[in-house]
């Protein structure tokens, strides 16, 4: 089933696991290249949604460019429109629908192909909606087909007719996909595929399929290879990658101290982990790492014991704060970020106090807010109490105040402190001036020279200015070799 390929990289050898179904649309690469010779084409691509999503677009537009196409940023313009879905809220469908009313005309125009991708296409109402109100799209794939497109776009240009690709499984992982990364610096790596958590609100488990880790070896070489191309902040991906399995005796902290150990990585972050797994080998493991950052996401949901159990997340108010407190224990400079809905069925004024509660305890150094959505097939949506949008726009502006007051008294705590930051880029007004992120994600700009870009320098940070922080080079930290 499984292949192995070597090559080399700056000198360094690499042994990368290439799945079969992986080599068979290798073919199909070369078929659509066939079809396409003379021609210079382009693509666009649209990626809503979380990391995860982010990451499997890399993977899209890698096969999509070893296919021969270049990337254009305005789908008006290009020959091939891919759209990769998110199914989380409501929004991103308006999106969807919003965008395929713009391409109508381009394709009678042009001929564009459109394929449209991801989570959303796992839903049954949604295919029904775009067979009957926008017949005009030429691919559908889901999440179990991604690594199919290019046999997908081949049979779609070859017999000109519309291609349908979504089955419902549990979910396999696919080794070995080609991937165009969006960035070089910072790089995705994900760890586990799916979820099994079924947490009330969420449409997830129904459309990623179950959860299925990565072997530790393929996430490692991954990450060594990334480190050889000169990247230097690594985030493991997961809906829950705490309970990432890589084997009886490999779990999620022994994987975050090899990845720990890899040269020329700088920094780690993970996203995201689940509360409820949370087990002292992963605080230990966190606190010992230097290069795993001490900001941990660990996603909230609602501050209300009685909502937590309605959202079935499996721990109480108390038993969240005290994980906090024992990590805070374990590792003092830690702090945290998290994802909070309101206005889940049944909330009241009281349970919504409690989520108030919690973030005046937890101090967050970011927030997620959401409104909650309700979303076709999941329990919460059959559930009768749900709260009036009205209500839930009122306690989020409520929520969003709170936070906001203290993202400024976090900020002002950073004036005058010295930080590491890893210089991203330069500012798109001003040359001169550098951006990058802390080890807690705090954007800071500064003068300096571009070469900065890439270092981590020491930044003395003069000032806050609630969304990011100013500040004065001191001394340059890291001097990369590669
Ligand atoms: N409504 C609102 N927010 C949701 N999320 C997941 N499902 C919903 C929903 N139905 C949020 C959760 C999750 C984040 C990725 O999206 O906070 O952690
Ligand atoms: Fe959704 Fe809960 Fe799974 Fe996260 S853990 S993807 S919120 S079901």
Redesign the pocket.
């Known amino acids: 089933m499984i292949e192995y390929g070597t090559y080399l990289l700056k000198g360094k050898k690499f042994t990368v696991e290439v799945d079969k179904n992986i080599e068979y649309q290798n073919k199909f690469i070369e078929k659509v290249k066939e079809l396409n010779k003379g021609k210079s084409l382009t693509y666009s691509i649209i990626t809503m949604g979380c990391q995860l999503n982010e990451n499997d677009s890399e993977k899209i537009c890698g096969m999509i460019e070893k296919m021969g196409y270049s990337r254009t940023d305005e789908s008006k313009q290009a020959d091939l429109a891919v759209m990769n879905t998110c199914c989380v809220r409501e929004n991103a469908e308006d999106k969807l629908f919003g965008k395929l009313g713009e391409l109508k005309k381009v394709k009678e125009e042009k001929g564009t192909i459109i394929a449209i991708g991801g989570c959303m296409m796992q839903e049954k109402h949604i295919q029904e909606k775009l067979r009957k109100s926008y017949p005009y799209f030429d691919i559908i794939f889901g999440t179990h087909t991604l690594h199919k497109f290019p046999e997908d776009l081949y049979n779609a240009l070859k017999d000109k007719k519309r291609i349908e690709d979504v089955i419902d499984i549990d979910g396999e992982i696919y080794e070995g996909i080609p991937i165009k990364r969006d960035d070089n610096l910072k790089a995705s790596v994900t760890i586990m595929y799916g979820?099994n958590?079924?947490?009330s609100y969420?449409i997830?488990?129904y459309v990623r399929g179950r959860e299925r880790s990565r072997k530790p070896q393929n996430i490692i070489e991954e990450v060594k290879c990334l480190a050889a191309q000169g990247y230097k902040e690594i985030t493991l991906l997961g809906?829950?990658v705490n309970s990432y399995n890589g084997g009886e005796n490999y779990k999620f902290a022994d994987l975050l101290r090899d990845v720990n150990k890899i040269d020329g990585i700088e920094r780690i972050r993970f996203v995201?982990p689940?509360p409820k797994d949370f087990t002292d080998d992963v605080i230990k493991a966190i606190k010992e790492c230097d290069k795993v950052c001490k900001i941990i996401h660990l996603?909230l949901q609602a501050g209300s014991t009685q909502v937590l159990k309605a959202m079935n997340r499996k721990y109480t108010k108390e038993q969240y704060l005290e994980l906090a407190q024992r990590i805070k224990k374990e590792i003092p400079e830690i702090v945290f970020s998290t994802d909070i809905i309101v206005g889940f069925p049944g909330e009241t004024e009281q349970d919504f106090e409690d989520t108030l509660d919690v973030v005046r305890k937890m101090n967050y150094e970011q927030v997620y807010m959401f409104i909650y959505s309700r979303r076709i097939g999941t329990p919460g949506d059959m559930m009768e109490n749900q709260i009036p949008e009205e209500i839930k726009h009122i306690r989020f502006d409520r929520l969003k105040a709170l936070v906001e007051s203290q993202t400024n008294e976090n900020g002002e705590k950073y004036v005058g402190t010295k930080q590491k930051v890893l210089v991203e880029g330069t500012s798109k007004n001003n040359e001169q001036m550098l951006t990058g992120r802390t080890e807690t994600n705090k954007v800071v700009n500064f003068k300096g020279d571009s070469e900065l870009v890439g270092k981590l320098v020491d930044v003395k940070i003069l000032r806050n200015a609630l969304w990011y922080l100013q500040g004065e080079i001191e001394a340059v930290q890291y001097l990369s070799t590669i």
Do not use: T
């Open positions: 979820c958590n079924f947490c969420c997830v488990p809906q829950n995201s689940h996603p």
